[in-house]
């Protein structure tokens, strides 16, 4: 083993203490690393926040790491990630014969004008001068210098976001014929909206760029409620008229028209799943239609159709694990009755509403024996545990095909309970005492 | 087939895998390992925390594929610790899951929960810090059915069991 290997495994382990512990380990192992022939590598985990926590020892540190003759990338590396930003970027300067590029790299963290100066007078690339408007306030002047040149949209669109010659950037945009990506952005992330907007239209804007705004990605809202009102004056297929009714624009109108297309299934699925303002209504209209299993399950879980979905469900041949989850969806006669045979339970002899009285009451004096995160846990249970507990044939099939079963034929109306939170439970079992 | 993957991030820091094995065998009953082919220095790891030196011995400090490093338990497919940053205290769980059984890997979500991880949702591509994630965190909530479903592993009925079946 070399004696680097060691040195470097030992240096691993005085700085885990060095950024791990506190007090005075910690400061013995920082004397122990001083030690160590510390290079600029070693230095800068202990100067940088990043990736590792911040130590007392930065300032020191830092004077360290000046006598170890860094490099340039060092040092920028620095001005990059460390609290000694502004130390290093003197130093950097002082020391250094800066190219455009490293100037730019140091211009993106610490915003210095003077910095930006220094690169404005060296003739900068393009894309330098786009550095200088997003991160200086030298904003016009180097959008000044950027119109001298032939920008490209792009670079005219960062003129518009940024600087004050926005104006004489649309005009030369304009000239240069615009694409609608271009102008959608101009809408949504500049203050040229309303001009960009009117272009915008007056070049004939497809349904899926008018989507673009409805669906509304940016965040900014800017022109959704006019872009959802002039798609409304178009044709649109069903996968529009869904999308105008997900984002709740017009959803009445959209729907009734989505209504007149005859929708299947298949085209509502995504309009229930969503939870949109027209989930019951698509639900219902499904039901209509002999739905498979897929499209009822969803209705189940997203619509306030349970019960009619779990009457239609229990039709169909079921799994054992589906006739569960059916049951905590939906406590209805029909659903009980065929789980109940399919486990043989006899529910005749199950009293629910003495049951729950029973749990409320024990529950409500003694709170500590409920426990909502464990069917069981000791001498605590959550209410579908407590119910198990109290019934003697309802363990047997606990036993045999789980608590969630067991408990759900116990208590069917309280199924809900069975996942609540402990404020929840104790509140409606007051409610049930009272 | 289909792979699984969590998130999941440690206001803390990390947890010792000595917890993590204590509290997994708190929630099924059964032992978990963690097994790595990164090499472990005695000197460095005699009590310490594991996961923070699997990072230190990978090239790039910040963001790194640790490959052959996993969570194993006995009759079940292996979970494999696929990313670890402390820069924002993350680290993510991968599963193949294939016809195979969820049951460990759910297991273990449980359990990192439990440790002091909260899982989080965050789109690829950008950079997390400890202000951003909190807006893609979700809260561990024990009581709702799919945490309430894992228990110890040997206190489950066969019927239970099979429902860590995964059907693709």
């Known amino acids: 083993m070399s004696k680097n290997n060691i040195t470097d495994r030992l240096k691993n382990f005085l700085f885990e203490i060095l950024l791990k512990e506190e007090g005075e380990i910690q400061a013995e192992a920082w004397t122990h690393l001083k030690m160590l022939d510390l290079d600029c590598d070693d230095l800068s985990r202990v100067i940088n926040e990043i990736p590792f926590v911040k130590t007392p020892y930065v300032d020191e540190g830092w004077e360290l790491f000046k006598t170890k003759n860094p490099t340039k990338q060092d040092v920028i590396d620095i001005v990059k990630c460390s609290t000694k930003r502004r130390e290093a970027e003197t130093f950097l300067l002082e020391h250094f014969e800066l190219e455009n590029e490293d100037l730019v790299e140091v211009i993106k963290v610490t915003e210095n004008d003077e910095l930006a100066w220094q690169l404005l007078r060296r003739n900068p ?266 019934h003697e044939q309802a363990q047997e099939t606990e036993k045999q095909f789980g608590s969630e079963i067991a408990a759900s034929l116990l208590l069917p109306h309280y199924t809900h309970l069975f996942f609540a939170d402990r404020e929840t439970v104790l509140s409606e079992l007051k409610e049930i005492m009272e | 087939m289909g792979i699984f993957m969590c998130q999941f991030y440690f206001r803390q820091g990390f947890p010792k895998v000595a917890d993590i094995q204590k509290t997994f065998h708190r929630i099924t009953g059964l032992k978990v390992k963690l097994y790595s082919n990164v090499y472990m220095d005695e000197l460095m790891t005699n009590g310490r925390d594991l996961m923070y030196h699997l990072l230190e011995k990978s090239e790039d400090k910040r963001w790194d594929s640790l490959n052959e490093t996993y969570f194993a338990c006995s009759g079940f497919n292996d979970v494999y610790l696929d990313y670890l940053n402390p820069a924002n205290k993350t680290l993510d769980l991968k599963y193949g899951a294939g016809k195979s059984n969820t049951y460990f890997y759910d297991a273990m979500m449980k359990t990192m929960q439990e440790v002091g991880g909260v899982s989080y949702r965050h789109p690829p591509f950008e950079e997390i810090t400890d202000d951003s994630i909190e807006q893609f965190l979700e809260p561990y909530q024990p009581h709702t059915p799919f945490w309430m479903r894992i228990r110890k592993w040997d206190e489950m009925s066969d019927f239970e069991k099979e429902r860590f079946l995964f059907n693709p």
Request: glycine share 2%; hydrophobic share 40%; proline share 3%.
């Open chain 1, 125 to 390: 690339a393009n894309e330098e001068l786009e550095a200088i408007m997003r991160y200086t306030n030298l904003k016009d002047e180097a959008a000044e210098e950027l119109l001298k040149r032939s920008p490209d949209n792009d670079e005219l669109y960062e003129i518009i976001e940024n600087s004050s010659l926005k104006l004489e950037a649309w005009e030369r945009l304009l000239q240069q014929g615009p694409t609608n990506e271009d102008l959608e952005r101009i809408v949504k992330f500049t203050d040229l909206e309303d001009l960009a907007w009117d272009y915008f239209l007056q070049q004939h804007p497809t349904n899926e760029e008018l989507m673009d705004f409805v669906n509304d990605y940016s965040e900014t809202g800017r022109k959704r409620k006019e872009a959802a009102q002039l798609l409304l004056e178009r044709e649109l297929g069903m996968e529009e008229l869904v999308n105008l009714i997900r984002e709740d624009q017009f959803a009445d109108e959209a729907w009734e028209r989505l209504k007149k297309k005859s929708p299947a299934c298949d085209d509502l699925f995504y309009l229930i799943w969503r939870r949109t303002v027209k989930t019951d209504e698509a639900a219902e209209w499904c039901l209509k239609l002999n739905p498979d299993k897929k499209t009822l399950w969803n209705i189940l879980e997203y619509s306030d159709k349970k019960d009619e979905a779990a009457l239609q469900l229990i039709q169909m041949p079921l799994e054992l694990y589906e006739l569960a989850d059916l049951v905590l969806k939906s406590g209805s006669e029909p659903v009980l009755n065929v789980l109940s045979e399919r486990v043989q339970f006899d529910r005749s002899k199950v009293n629910e509403a003495e049951l729950i009285r029973k749990i409320a009451e024990k529950i409500l004096n003694h709170p500590e024996l409920l426990n909502v995160n464990h069917w069981h846990a000791g001498d605590t249970h959550c209410l579908g545990g407590w119910a198990i507990t109290l």
